[in-house]
């Protein structure tokens, strides 16, 4: 955010990112993304994003948990009579 502000100043694109170590394709992309975010929209956007990578943490294993919870009741019942 800080690097975003500077441009919005008196410095130069390429003189920020060259001060910052990063490449002018980095900088417009930060741009094109937090351009016009405030500190609290920010934090909210972090938030959401590693809510969904947990999610799609859980999402993945999903399957193998299906799976466990299928072989437990086919074992639990194989012995069951009709």
Known sequence: MAILKLAEQVMKVTDICCEHGISNATYYQWKSKYGG???????????????????????LNWPWKTLQLRICWESSNSGATT
Request: with cysteine.
């Open 37 to 59: 975010l405030e500190a609290s929209d920010l934090k909210r956007l972090r938030d959401i994003e590693a809510e969904n990578t947990r999610l799609k943490k859980c999402t």
